[in-house]
């Protein structure tokens, strides 16, 4: 759980500002996953990314929330505008190989985001 | 309509009380079930993996099993430390990302 590194694990944004959140992998992986924890709900898949490519974006918001996995540096999840809806946690995973093919995914702490 | 349903939503035990959790799916093509333990601020902690009906895993008190429209994660004789939300989540055909129950929440009392 710890070798998937998520910061800032905590982010006050106000109404209208940009967030970002970023996630490093843990060592050898290139699969990253963002899930979204709401108060009182469920964890919900957003996007999948591999290096350099969005893979799987199909829970992802149609507008203000985009994600990248860059060839060097971390993934990041940007939030535009920021609502007070957008208030959750956001999790990053990471995985060797494209799930599960013997192998599972592994979630890092979380970054909680508060908008205000 | 919730693919993943986890029952029951909390359950309280008495330390050493045995009892066993429900994650049923209706899913498609189950590629994987996976169970996770969450606890308060944190993300979730990988416990099992699952592909197959009839397949059971165990790790120390936890033992989880699968059928074909339900898992059980059974704890026994639990001790206050694995006081935890209990999360179950499937993988299913042409999906890449985990579809995740609600979760159980599990209070052992000593």
């Known amino acids: 759980n710890a070798g998937v590194m998520q910061n800032p694990r905590h982010l006050v944004r106000r109404r209208g500002q940009e967030a970002r959140l970023r996630c490093s992998p843990m060592?050898?992986?290139?699969?990253v996953y963002w899930y979204r924890q709401l108060p009182e709900e469920g964890l919900k898949f957003m996007v999948y990314?591999?290096?350099?490519?969005?893979?799987?974006e199909s829970g992802m918001p149609k507008e203000r929330f985009s994600a990248e996995f860059p060839k060097e540096g971390p993934s990041i999840l940007r939030i535009q505008q920021v609502v007070r809806g957008d208030s959750a946690a956001y999790f990053c995973?990471?995985?060797?190989?494209?799930?599960?093919?013997?192998?599972?995914?592994?979630f890092g702490e979380g970054s909680w985001l508060t908008v205000v | 309509e919730d693919q993943v349903t986890q029952s029951p939503e909390a359950l309280r035990l008495q330390e050493g009380e045995s009892s066993s959790l429900n994650c049923s799916y209706t899913?498609?093509?189950?590629?994987?079930l996976f169970w996770y333990r969450q606890d308060p601020g944190k993300g979730p902690e990988f416990l099992f993996t699952?592909?197959?009906a009839g397949e059971e895993k165990e790790k120390e008190r936890l033992k989880a099993t699968l059928t074909k429209k339900e898992s059980f994660l059974h704890i026994t004789a639990p001790k206050p430390e694995d006081s935890a939300t209990y999360l179950c989540?499937?993988?299913?055909?042409?999906?890449?990302?985990?579809?995740f129950g609600k979760g159980t929440h599990l209070i052992i009392q000593p």
């Open positions: 995973a990471s995985s060797p190989l494209r799930a599960p093919t013997g192998n599972t995914i592994y």
């Open positions: 060592k050898g992986h290139s699969h």
């Open positions: 990314l591999q290096k350099e490519n969005i893979i799987d």
């Open positions: 899913v498609s093509g189950l590629r994987g």
């Open positions: 699952l592909y197959s």
């Open positions: 989540a499937v993988l299913q055909g042409g999906a890449d990302g985990l579809t």
